[in-house]
């Protein structure tokens, strides 16, 4: 899945170390669209050479692919949005989504008007 928008909060990285004593960081980042009804979403990078190669910064365009993930805990049930890829959306550009593509210009006459003008009609 993809979401496309404006960093609109980077929030403090979270760390610690795993029960096999791996450690391990993740920081979440607040993305904002540009829909007529702007949604938010909160996702997550997890790992520190992702969160480094990433690098990620307060009110930069991107578009963020991502999986949906739900864990338990404690008879509750909470849903993760991990980030895998994040791409940088050019600035050059206009975001123009959903905009119509005008249909290309005619190049030469259709064959059929090539004919003579008296036999147009079939009757």
Same mark, same amino acid.
């Given at each position: 899945?993809?979401?496309?928008?404006?960093?609109?909060?980077?929030?403090?990285?979270?760390?610690?170390?795993?029960?096999?004593?791996?450690?391990w960081k993740a920081q979440? !980042?607040v993305v904002e669209n540009?829909?007529?009804?702007?949604?938010?979403?909160?996702?997550?990078?997890?790992?520190?050479d992702k969160i480094e *190669?990433?690098?990620? *910064?307060?009110?930069?365009? #991107?578009?963020?692919? !991502? &999986?949906?993930?739900? /864990?338990?805990? *404690? &008879? /509750?049930?909470?849903?993760?949005? /991990?980030?895998?890829?994040?791409?940088?959306?050019?600035?050059?550009?206009?975001?123009?989504?959903?905009?119509?593509?005008?249909?290309?210009?005619?190049?030469?006459?259709?064959?059929?008007?090539?004919?003579?003008?008296?036999?147009? #009609?079939?009757?």
């Amino acid at each position: 899945m993809e979401f496309t928008g404006k960093i609109i909060a980077i929030l403090q990285p979270k760390g610690g170390v795993s029960k096999t004593g791996n450690e391990w960081k993740a920081q979440e !980042f607040v993305v904002e669209n540009h829909d007529q009804y702007p949604r938010k979403m909160c996702f997550e990078v997890f790992g520190t050479d992702k969160i480094e *190669q990433f690098n990620i *910064q307060m009110g930069e365009e #991107l578009t963020v692919s !991502f &999986d949906i993930d739900a /864990r338990q805990w *404690q &008879d /509750r049930w909470f849903n993760s949005i /991990r980030a895998w890829k994040v791409e940088r959306v050019s600035t050059g550009a206009p975001m123009t989504t959903g905009a119509p593509v005008p249909p290309p210009a005619p190049s030469a006459a259709p064959d059929f008007l090539s004919g003579d003008a008296k036999d147009d #009609l079939p009757f």
